[in-house]
Each structure stands twice: as structure tokens, then as C-alpha cells.
């Protein structure tokens, strides 16, 4: 069961409101000790999903609901710490396995949305939620301080199974 | 030298056949229309350079790069060649991210941008 988001922050799909979604998560990955290119890269990556929720997702309706969930991964002797993110909206169901970049090699205008969240997260996981929407899992961790930032190898992963939703009301 | 303004672009003609698209925000889904209307619009006008100048611009998002990429479509289309200056590093990440970092002309200065 997750724990419920230390900060969460309800918007409605519209995109004069990405602005103020980046700049949240990206104030708050500054104080969990993120890079400023790291912070940059991670409000990128929130940015592409709000995007993709209000464009595919909800057609670009402009006045559904998006929450977002932020919690810090506190350091430990497992782990350096880091962030995850949490993005739920009652958008229309797709199988999580569906959820994939294209390739990058046919250069042409849109689809890189979902190649840039797994680019620059470490984890990026979809899953649907138990009555309606889907639910974005996105974890980045902090870099060691010996260790420069960089960009990692990671795959998106999927889960089939319905999520608990999170009483929003 | 010809200049006007849109909603968030600047629009400078500094030559004769060239222009100048200088975005004075940052661009993402609820901006990227407008620089897409700029662009269409000037293509058309019978240059044969188009300047994109993101110094003002301190965060794009893949609809700006999309933006850019049916530009870049449209300028080879129309023998006019697109180039793009005064990127500073978060914008520049997103285009190597993208892999797009070798796809599009890229210049330090808009004055390289002209001489080129």
C-alpha cells in the first residue's frame, strides 16, 4: 500500500497550468538535493506527463482533474534518497503495457513524451486505477555526491493490477 | 530594421530574406501554438532564412520541439534554411534527450546565426 504524498497539488487539464506544476516539483527536488539541471530535467518530465494526460488523455478537455503526489525518498543506508511522483487522473484506461516511446530514429514532430519521462526518471511506472483513470509512478533518485549527473538506462515498467485510488474528494 | 511583436515573439527581419522568431517565454503545450502560427506564417513570406533565437526561452517541452522539428520539415520543403541560436543548457538537454541535438543547424549567437 503507498503511503500517502507528503505534498499534493489538484489542477485542472489545463496548460496555462503546467507552469506552476514545474515549478513546484522543481523547487521541491532542489531541496532534496537535486542539481539544477536535475531539477530541470525532472519538472520536464511531470511537464510531458501533464501534457500527455490533457492530450491524450483527456482530449484535450481543459477542466478534468490531475493530482499530483510528491514525496521525498529519505536517505538511508539502502539509499541515497530521491523523489517520487505520483500523477493520477480520470482519464480513460490503456493498458500500461501499451504505454511506450517511439522510435527515435524516424524523426518527426510529437511522441517523445513518454521517451523523455524514461529518460530522465529512474523509474516510470503506469498502472490503471481501481474505478476510473490511470496512475504515473515516477521516481528519481539523487545522485552520490562523488557521482556526476548523468542519464541511466532505465525501462518503463507497467503493472496490470488496479491500483487503490486515493480518496481525492 | 523591421520589428514587431505577437503574443510572446519577437519578430525581427535584420536582412533582407531573413527573419528573426525570438520567443520571450517558455515554451510548452499552452504556448507552443503560437510559435507554430509565427512560423507558418513567415515561411511563407518568401525568406530563405528563419532564425529561431531562444535567449529569452529558459524551458521548452516536446510540443516546442515538435514545433521546431515541422519547421525544420517545412523550411527544407521551401528552400529555406532554419537556424536555431543562443540555446542555454536545460533547452540544449532536451534536444539531446530528444536526440535531436544534430537534426537542427544550432548556433551560439544570433549574429553567427546570420553570418552562416
Known amino acids: 500500500m503507498q503511503q500517502r504524498p507528503e505534498i499534493e497539488l489538484k489542477l485542472i487539464s489545463d496548460p496555462m497550468y503546467l507552469c506552476g506544476a514545474r515549478e513546484l516539483v522543481g523547487c521541491i527536488a532542489r531541496r532534496i538535493g537535486f542539481d539544477d539541471m536535475d531539477c530541470s530535467k525532472i519538472a520536464l518530465a511531470v511537464d510531458e506527463a501533464l501534457s500527455n494526460i490533457i492530450r491524450h488523455g483527456y482530449n484535450k478537455v481543459f477542466d478534468k482533474p490531475i493530482w499530483i503526489g510528491i514525496s521525498p525518498i529519505k536517505p538511508s543506508a539502502e539509499s541515497i534518497g530521491g523523489i517520487v511522483i505520483i500523477i493520477d487522473d480520470e482519464a480513460k484506461q490503456v493498458d500500461p503495457c501499451k504505454m511506450k516511446g517511439r522510435e527515435l530514429e524516424d524523426i518527426k514532430p510529437g511522441g517523445l513524451g513518454v521517451h523523455i519521462i524514461q529518460e530522465v526518471m529512474d523509474e516510470v511506472r503506469y498502472e490503471k486505477r481501481d474505478s476510473v483513470g490511470m496512475r504515473m509512478i515516477l521516481t528519481k533518485r539523487a545522485p552520490r555526491p562523488e557521482e556526476s549527473p548523468r542519464l541511466s538506462d532505465r525501462k518503463a515498467t507497467c503493472a496490470i493490477k488496479p491500483s487503490k485510488s486515493h480518496s481525492r474528494n | ?116
Open chain 2, 1 to 116: 530594421m523591421a520589428h514587431q511583436e505577437s503574443a510572446f515573439i519577437s519578430i525581427d527581419r535584420p536582412e533582407q530574406g531573413i527573419v528573426v522568431l525570438a520567443p520571450t517565454a517558455d515554451i510548452d503545450m499552452s504556448r507552443s501554438p503560437d510559435l507554430r502560427t509565427s512560423i507558418r506564417q513567415e515561411m511563407g513570406s518568401g525568406i530563405h532564412k528563419m532564425i529561431v533565437d531562444l535567449e529569452e526561452v529558459h524551458y521548452m517541452d516536446s510540443s516546442g520541439l515538435a514545433t521546431l522539428v515541422e519547421a525544420m520539415r517545412n523550411a527544407s520543403k521551401s528552400d529555406t534554411k532554419l537556424v536555431i541560436c543562443n540555446m542555454n543548457q536545460k533547452v540544449s538537454a532536451i534536444f539531446e534527450i530528444a536526440r535531436l541535438d544534430t537534426f537542427f543547424s544550432i548556433v551560439v549567437s544570433r549574429d553567427e546565426a546570420i553570418s552562416l
